[in-house]
């Protein structure tokens, strides 16, 4: 059974920062995009960034030059480095993977059960 297990979140002042990480487990045959996405109260879940095997990163305008995606391919891991956090970047946070489980035929798109991160003003 493969799963994404998320950890980081929390409340931190506007200006601070926070690192979120997410870790597939099972039998997986190989990871290729994975990213961050967000989702804050009355508002569609929104991407916040990916990054490709080959680690070619992609930011949403907002997060630009405040945010770092990044990935441990021999952990199956990946990270969102947050820094300089405003209020607006209040949401649930959930990581994504497209992943190809050693069981399938092809890849498939997992999800992470989903973080609150809360910045205060």
């Known amino acids: 059974q493969v799963q994404l297990v998320e950890s980081g979140g929390g409340l931190v002042q506007a200006g601070g920062s926070l690192r979120l990480s997410c870790a597939a487990s099972?039998?997986?045959?190989?990871?290729?995009?994975m990213g961050w996405y967000r989702q804050a109260p009355g508002k569609q879940r929104e991407l916040v960034a990916t990054i490709t095997s080959a680690l070619i990163t992609n930011y949403t305008d907002s997060v630009k030059g405040r945010f770092t995606i990044s990935r441990d391919n021999a952990k199956n891991t990946e990270y969102l480095q947050m820094n300089s956090l405003k209020p607006e970047d209040t949401a649930v946070y959930y990581c994504?993977?497209?992943?190809?489980?050693?069981?399938?035929?092809?890849?498939?798109?997992?999800w992470g059960q989903g973080t609150q991160v809360t910045v205060s003003s």
């Open positions: 099972g039998s997986i045959f190989s990871i290729r995009t």
């Open positions: 994504y993977a497209n992943l190809w489980p050693s069981v399938a035929a092809r890849p498939y798109d997992y």
